[in-house]
C-alpha cells in the first residue's frame, strides 16, 4: 500500500475538488437516490443574471442552498416569490419537505414568515452570527 502524505492547505485545487465532488456525488447517486439540481435565476432585461435561488432536489427533500435577492430588487417580494417557486418544483419533483440554513436574521423572518420551523441552531463562537437550520412540510 502507498503511503499517503497528508498536507493542508489553505485553496482547493479545481482538480482536486472535481475529484472529490465526483467521487462522493457517484457514491450518493448509488447508495441513497439522485440528486437534481435546481436554479431560478433573477436576471435584469439584458438577461445578466444578478440574483436567484440556486439548490436542489432529492431524498424527497428540497435543499435551498444559495437566495440571494441584489439589494435593489429587496421589498418586493422577490426572496417570497423565489422560495414559492423552487417549493412547487419540489412538490413536482417529489419532495416531501424543504430544508435551508441561515446566519443572516432576516432571512430567518422571511423562511419563518413562509412556514418554515428551526430544527436546531448553532451559536457562533465568535458571537457573531450563529447558524439556524429550518425546515416546512411540502
Given at each position: 500500500?502507498?503511503?499517503?502524505?497528508?498536507?493542508?492547505?489553505?485553496?482547493?485545487?479545481?482538480?482536486?475538488?472535481?475529484?472529490?465532488?465526483?467521487?462522493?456525488?457517484?457514491?450518493?447517486?448509488?447508495?441513497?437516490?439522485?440528486?437534481r439540481?435546481?436554479?431560478?435565476?433573477?436576471?435584469?432585461?439584458?438577461g445578466?443574471?444578478?440574483?436567484?435561488?440556486?439548490?436542489?432536489?432529492?431524498?424527497?427533500?428540497?435543499?435551498?442552498?444559495?437566495?440571494?435577492?441584489?439589494?435593489?430588487?429587496?421589498?418586493?417580494?422577490?426572496?417570497?416569490?423565489?422560495?414559492?417557486?423552487?417549493?412547487?418544483?419540489?412538490?413536482?419533483?417529489?419532495?416531501?419537505?424543504?430544508?435551508?440554513?441561515?446566519?443572516?436574521?432576516?432571512a430567518?423572518?422571511?423562511?419563518?414568515?413562509?412556514?418554515?420551523?428551526?430544527?436546531?441552531s448553532?451559536?457562533?463562537?465568535?458571537?457573531?452570527?450563529?447558524?439556524?437550520?429550518?425546515?416546512?412540510?411540502?
Amino acid at each position: 500500500m502507498d503511503k499517503l502524505v497528508l498536507e493542508i492547505f489553505d485553496d482547493v485545487p479545481e482538480d482536486a475538488l472535481e475529484t472529490i465532488e465526483t467521487a462522493i456525488l457517484d457514491f450518493n447517486r448509488e447508495h441513497l437516490s439522485l440528486r437534481r439540481k435546481l436554479f431560478i435565476p433573477l436576471k435584469d432585461q439584458d438577461g445578466i443574471v444578478d440574483g436567484g435561488l440556486i439548490g436542489y432536489t432529492g431524498r424527497a427533500w428540497l435543499y435551498t442552498e444559495l437566495l440571494f435577492v441584489p439589494e435593489y430588487r429587496r421589498g418586493q417580494g422577490l426572496a417570497s416569490q423565489l422560495l414559492m417557486l423552487a417549493e412547487g418544483e419540489g412538490r413536482r419533483r417529489g419532495c416531501k419537505a424543504s430544508i435551508v440554513d441561515t446566519m443572516n436574521p432576516t432571512a430567518r423572518r422571511l423562511y419563518e414568515k413562509l412556514g418554515y420551523e428551526t430544527f436546531g441552531s448553532l451559536a457562533d463562537p465568535a458571537e457573531s452570527y450563529s447558524v439556524t437550520w429550518m425546515r416546512k412540510q411540502l
